[in-house]
T-cell receptor, first 114, second 114 residues
Framework: AQSVTQLDSQVPVFEEAPVELRCNYS??????LFWYVQYPNQGLQLLLK??????LVKGINGFEAEFNKSQTSFHLRKPSVHISDTAEYFC????????????FGKGTKLSVKP | KAGVTQTPRYLIKTRGQQVTLSCSPI?????VSWYQQTPGQGLQFLFE???????NKGNFPGRFSGRQFSNSRSEMNVSTLELGDSALYLC?????????????FGNGTRLTVT
């Protein structure tokens, strides 16, 4: 069975600083990986996804993530954050070729301070 | 194209009552999934419907049920409400059941059980 671990529950950072939100998954088979963002009182919005091909994936709002198969990681990065990036971020995994449900990590709350 | 629409946005119910939540997927999307989000447990998968049939089910008691109509709209029902059912219930739709199809989420229904 797949599982997802988001290593940091909260990440405080100053505006314009770089940020990395860490995500590790466990699976013995190929997987598809996703990052979602949730703003207060809203649902989840897809930031980016890794399906195959290039291990560096670019998403919306200047975010990118790198798939590392050997380390089973899919860390999310942004070179310079804005106040508006304050939100909760969720990493999710689904087994490739399956019709199983998407499994989410516990989330990381990113707090951007001026 | 309109996004996923969930109604109502907020509900307050009393223990022992039952509740029905509604979800209208993005036009053309045929798969609808439901998730429960709580601060302690995070995002937990409830069930998935496709072509009016339940395809996957999470680890929730039988008090939680759902259905999907021929127009892909979905409802979930919780009977004999307990305090622990207080949560944000999120509906997500996807084009089909192919594993690389991302989920598109609604803004959720926040259920409070008193």
């Amino acid at each position: 069975a797949q599982s997802v671990t988001q290593l940091d529950s909260q990440v405080p950072v100053f505006e314009e600083a770089p940020v990395e939100l860490r995500c590790n998954y466990s699976s013995s088979v190929s997987v598809y990986l996703f990052w979602y963002v949730q703003y207060p009182n809203q649902g989840l919005q897809l930031l980016l996804k890794y399906l195959s091909g290039s291990t560096l994936v670019k998403g919306i709002n200047g975010f990118e993530a790198e798939f590392n198969k050997s380390q089973t990681s899919f860390h999310l990065r942004k070179p310079s954050v804005h106040i508006s990036d304050t939100a909760e971020y969720f990493c999710a995994v689904r087994r490739g070729g399956s019709q199983g449900n998407l499994i989410f990590g516990k989330g990381t709350k990113l707090s951007v301070k001026p | 194209k309109a996004g996923v629409t969930q109604t109502p946005r907020y509900l307050i119910k009393t223990r022992g009552q039952q509740v029905t939540l509604s979800c209208s997927p993005i036009s053309g999307h045929r798969s609808v999934s439901w998730y429960q989000q709580t601060p302690g447990q995070g995002l937990q998968f409830l069930f998935e419907y496709f072509s009016e049939t339940q395809r996957n089910k999470g680890n929730f008691p039988g008090r939680f049920s759902g259905r999907q109509f021929s127009n892909s709209r979905s409802e979930m029902n919780v009977s004999t409400l307990e305090l622990g059912d207080s949560a944000l219930y999120l509906c997500a739709s996807s084009l089909d059941r192919v594993s690389n199809s991302p989920l598109h989420f609604g803004n959720g229904t926040r259920l409070t059980v008193t």
